[in-house]
């Protein structure tokens, strides 16, 4: 049972346009959500980050909004470079715990 | 560069054989994590050790052991080698506790299993 999930295996987009990744959770004990970044050959990177307790977190040109209600997370990557290109993937933290629970990851193409 | 040291990075080795695949974690931090990212699936959580003691365990099989030793490096063990277990493993580490909640990951090891 999938409790992360990103719909959306692929996302292609414009540079300069806003690329807007979704992820969606169905435990309502995680408090805490994080995006990582990967490139090929490398480990995730830490993007950013958001707690349970804030709907919006900003960071330079990214953005992760939270909908609670909607168990629902987004994040924004305005303007999008072509060097963004990689795969992204949303993880979240149970409030009873430190291991991270990762969604299947989206692909994300900035095309020049 | 996350701080983080994984060797090594590629192994290969056949199966029902015994490997071992080292983690440094980053300067201060007490927590480490282990993940697999297999070709089909996203990072699965395998283990979490906090300053030499295991603190939490996702799907880890009984084939596969870790531990962290009191220089804080881990060592996953993975034993009676199968297809299966080809993947990249990631190690992870962290300041500790829920006082950060940021993880940062090495490079990763990829293990082909023949």
């Known amino acids: 049972d999938q409790q992360v999930k990103q719909n959306s295996p692929s996302l292609s987009v414009q540079e300069g346009r806003i690329s807007i990744l979704n992820c969606d959770y169905t435990n309502s004990m995680f408090d805490y959500f994080l995006w990582y970044k990967k490139y090929p050959a490398e480990g995730p990177t830490f993007l950013i980050s958001i707690s349970s307790i804030k709907d919006k977190n900003e960071d330079g040109r990214f953005t992760v909004f939270l909908n609670k209600s909607a168990k629902h997370l987004s994040l924004h990557i305005v303007p999008s470079q072509p060097g963004d290109s990689a795969v992204y993937f949303c993880a979240a933290l149970h409030n009873a715990g430190n291991m991270l629970t990762f969604g299947g990851g989206t692909r994300l193409m900035v095309k020049p | 560069d996350s701080g983080v040291t994984q060797t090594p990075k590629h192994l290969i080795t056949a199966t029902g054989q015994r490997v071992t695949l080292r983690c440094s974690p980053r300067?201060?931090?007490?927590?480490v994590y282990w993940y697999q990212q297999s070709l089909d699936q996203g990072l699965q959580f395998l283990i979490q050790?906090?300053?030499?003691?295991?603190?939490a365990k996702g799907n880890i099989l009984e084939r596969f052991s870790a531990q962290q030793f009191p220089d804080l490096h881990s060592e996953l063990n993975l034993s009676s080698l199968e297809l299966g277990d080809s993947a990249l493993y990631f190690c992870?580490?962290?300041?500790?506790?829920?006082?950060?909640?940021?993880?940062?990951f090495g490079p990763g090891t990829r293990l082909t299993v023949t």
């Open positions: 300067s201060g931090d007490l927590s």
């Open positions: 992870a580490s962290s300041v500790g506790g829920r006082s950060s909640y940021e993880q940062y």
């Open positions: 050790y906090y300053n030499g003691e295991e603190r």
